[in-house]
């Protein structure tokens, strides 16, 4: 130990320590090294005084360029809040059926909508909007609330059974637990409902659909109506068309009419602007299959 | 291994474990409502089993004076197995977690089985359980073998290891049961992060007490960088895990700090653990092993110098480059930026003393995949810290934050720098260790090794293209002046590539487990005789006497 030997590989002397065998050469440091240590040290001066960088006591060195990321952002929301103005404030202005009537405008509703649709309903309702057991297809002419563009707004500002003062209620009772039909009448009333969606269906018997039709006036049709075309104004859904939120088989029907049913929606009014609401109501009416 | 100890030592380990066994009844009946309590068992268990063993080698005869003749090496061989369990373990996991975010379906409607729960198992299974296993396994071999010093005593590396690992099981199943206090890689709460305190400084005072005794005149490079590590983690981890516990019978703390203050100081941890534990730690095991294998001097003495305090001073600055574009002050941001960029130099200068090391032996790199990983190793620990300073800078930091950019980097760095590191330096000790003539089998270290490199390139690759796609999207704007994609849109767009990132994960994970079965069939094999050289032996006290001047 202590001797300095020269590495006959690089041609470099050792340092003449040696540690289990493992020994280090004394190499100079690279000049490039120092070159680079300095480059990144200048770039970093540069910065430190173009940009807020030390701090001094309760404040910090602003920097020659003033900048401000704060300000910075406050000014690029409000230049993009202004190339935006021209559609913004009509669609604001505008009623519906002026929008619906302006193809430029509804170019606007169908690419914006698109992404605040992903961004705030998709996780319940699909990308698509086709909806999931539990969650409305929104593309079909079939809507608790009313399909109207005005209609669909105020279902997004309020919600459904949500925390929202005003919000749209509405509840199936459940017919069974509670009590209030047999099950041997339950069963009659399902095999009327499914009749009416669905009048092909071989294995109901015709007095079973007789006497579910008459237990159906007394107990649904308030809610759902004579016709079972249901009741926008109650939130009440149409039991003859093909579409069904928790399911339109014997079982599915039969759990709904036993156990009750209580959808939820949220509020957005507090999320969402009016502009928002308006663009996705718009989005979701020309969204919609044009079939019945 | 409790033959090991001497008497006065074996009553000591009585005497903690009954401390430990106190501790655990407590937290069981104080916690009995809480995941508290089933740690507090879980303790009370740990001191059980340690209590059985200490007790029934307890009357075996005191070890010869003859063992002072030797290094203390038992300690490392636990420290390695242990490592390569957590590597298996905690790489599945990580592998389970990149299928679940294919099909987030995958949780069978389980909270210990979602997303947020399984993560933490993977990140601290691979940095604490695997990464922090091989520091310390391979710190005890090399401040030993560089200072020419056996451990001052058998109870305290024992101590630290089972401590440890007792630390990682608790914040391992305290994750799955819910317990975090929401800090990234400090997830552990208020009890285990005591725990570690004690235990981390213990460790500290076992390597300076091993470093007290040397018979080498000067420390070597790869002790100062495992000092490093082992300091600076004592003090991030003390500072950042500041929090008062609800109640003595809860797991759950709140910070004490708030806001921005709290996000800052978390960063600061978040990033020189980045430093000092994934980095210092590593670089110390590369200095020892990579000249080691090579058979090559370190290149150069002075760059090691450079490097070590280019590191040590920069990295402290860099934490906050990930808070760029929060409602941290811009000026902290400028800092971070400016010294993210400035640490570029001496981590290069770090890697280019590691490669230039190899000059005159790479024709031993080409025929030895153990060396290769160490090669490799100092490649991609290079290539991160380019990209590292790269991302750091704001603009570019615009882009990339948030998204799987940063996850591909994170993995360039654990898979690319940390493991291959560590599965070289385990490679090259396992012989060395179990005094065997090489691995049980070569050709699987070799199939190791590709499927490690395949499996970092593939994962890095995805990550890549995912991140900077992801990164795009979100600040795309359509005509009408409004955000293009939504949040799904994109998610839709990293579906092949987060496929590939599981498949490459996969590639890695079956790597590791290739390594435990070689290491394992390695240790059955029969000893090799081989008589030990003066080398391979600590220098007795009146050996050797420090040099004047030095």
């Not at chain 2, 399984?118 to 604490?128: A, D, K, W």
Request: some cysteine.
């Amino acid at each position: 130990m202590g001797k300095e030997e020269r590495d006959p590989h690089t041609g470099y002397l050792t340092t003449g320590h040696e540690w289990n065998g493992i020994i280090e050469l004394n190499t100079p440091v690279p000049r490039i090294i120092y070159f680079f240590l300095g480059a990144a040290f200048l770039f970093s001066l540069v910065y430190w005084v173009l940009m807020p960088t030390w701090p001094i006591g309760t404040t910090y060195t602003k920097g020659l360029l003033g900048s401000d990321q704060r300000a910075y952002v406050d000014n690029t929301i409000k230049q993009a809040a202004l190339e935006r103005a021209d559609w913004t404030a009509q669609i604001e202005k505008e009623s519906y059926a002026d929008i619906q009537k302006n193809p430029a405008l509804m170019n606007v509703v169908r690419e914006t909508g698109r992404t605040l649709f992903g961004d705030n309903c998709a996780a319940c309702h699909g990308r698509d909007a086709h909806g999931a057991k539990g969650f409305p297809n929104l593309t079909t002419q079939s809507w608790l609330w009313g399909g109207t563009p005005e209609a669909i707004a105020e279902t997004i500002r309020v919600g459904i059974n949500s925390a929202h003062p005003e919000t749209r209620s509405s509840q199936m009772l459940a017919f069974g637990k509670d009590g209030m039909l047999p099950s041997a009448d339950i069963d009659k009333v399902v095999a009327f409902v499914r009749s009416l969606s669905n009048p092909a269906a071989k294995d109901l018997p015709a007095d079973k659909v007789a006497a579910g039709k008459m237990l159906f006036a007394t107990n649904c049709a308030s809610c759902h109506g004579e016709d079972a075309k249901g009741n926008p104004e109650v939130g009440a859904p149409n039991l003859t068309d093909p579409y069904w939120i928790y399911g339109g088989d014997a079982q599915s029907i039969e759990t709904t009419v036993w156990g009750g049913r209580q959808g939820h929606m949220p509020t957005w009014e507090s999320r969402l602007s009016t502009l928002d609401r308006k663009i996705l109501a718009l989005y979701l009416v020309d969204l919609r299959k044009p079939n019945p | 291994m409790i033959a090991q100890l001497t008497k006065n030592e074996r009553q000591v380990a009585l005497l903690i474990l009954l401390a430990l066994a106190v501790v655990g009844i407590a937290m069981a009946a104080g916690g009995r409502h809480d995941p508290f309590g089933a740690h507090g068992a879980l303790v009370l268990l740990a001191a059980i089993v340690g209590s059985f063993a200490v007790i029934s080698g307890y009357y075996a005869p005191e070890p010869p004076e003859s063992r002072l003749d030797s290094y203390y090496d038992d300690p490392s061989k636990a420290g390695i197995i242990l490592a390569m369990i957590w590597a298996v373990i905690a790489m599945f996991v990580g592998d389970w977690v990149a299928w679940l975010l294919v099909n987030p379906n995958l949780t069978f409607d389980a909270g210990w089985a979602s997303f947020g729960r399984l993560r933490p198992v993977h990140t601290s299974g691979v940095i604490f359980g695997f990464g922090g296993n091989a520091l310390i396994a391979t710190s005890y071999y090399v401040m030993q073998r560089t200072s020419r010093a056996r451990m001052p005593d058998q109870l305290t590396p024992w101590f630290v290891l089972l401590g440890y690992n007792l630390f990682c099981v608790i914040a391992a199943t305290g994750y799955l049961m819910g317990v975090t206090q929401s800090k990234e890689y400090a997830e552990p709460e208020w009890y285990a992060d005591i725990w570690l305190v004690i235990v981390w400084v213990a460790y500290f005072v076992l390597y300076l007490r091993t470093l007290a005794r040397r018979k080498e005149p000067h420390i070597y490079v790869a002790n100062w960088y495992y000092l490093a590590f082992i300091l600076v983690v004592a003090m991030l981890h003390i500072v950042n895990n500041l929090a008062v516990p609800i109640s003595w019978g809860s797991a759950k703390s709140y910070s004490l700090f708030s806001g921005v203050q709290d996000a800052m100081t978390e960063w600061w941890y978040g990033h020189n653990a980045v430093a000092f534990f994934l980095t210092s730690g590593f670089l110390g095991m590369l200095y020892y092993y990579m000249p080691k294998r090579a058979g090559r001097p370190i290149y150069s003495y002075r760059m090691s110098i450079i490097s070590f305090w280019g590191i040590t001073f920069f990295y402290m600055w860099a934490g906050s480059h990930h808070l760029h574009y929060t409602a941290l002050p811009q000026w902290v941001q400028s800092l971070g930026m400016t010294f993210s960029v400035m640490l570029l130099i001496p981590s290069w200068v770090s890697a280019g003393n590691a490669l230039m090391t190899l000059n005159g032996a790479w024709h031993k790199v080409r025929d030895d995949a153990v060396l290769r990983f160490m090669m490799v190793a100092a490649v991609f620990y290079g290539l991160t810290t380019f990209e590292g300073s790269f991302m750091a800078i704001r603009p570019v930091n615009s882009l990339s934050h948030y998204t799987d950019w940063t996850v591909g980097h994170v993995h360039a760095g654990a898979l690319g720098w940390v493991a291959m590191i560590t599965f070289g330096a385990i490679y090259a000790s396992v012989p060395w260790l179990w005094k065997r003539e090489a691995m049980y089998s070569a050709r699987l270290v070799e199939a190791h090794f590709w499927l490690a490199v395949g499996g970092t390139v593939i994962y890095v690759f995805a990550m890549w293209n995912s991140g900077i796609i992801q990164g795009l999207m979100w600040r795309t704007y359509n005509e009408s002046g409004t955000l293009a994609y939504s949040f799904v849109d994109s998610l839709v767009a990293m579906h092949p590539y987060y496929i590939a990132r599981a498949v490459g994960g996969l590639f890695f994970l079956l790597g590791a487990v290739i390594g435990l079965y070689n290491i394992w069939m390695t240790i059955r094999t029969a000893p090799q005789a081989a008589p030990e050289t003066a080398a391979d032996r600590p220098v007795l006290a009146g050996g050797a006497v420090l040099q004047a001047g030095e």
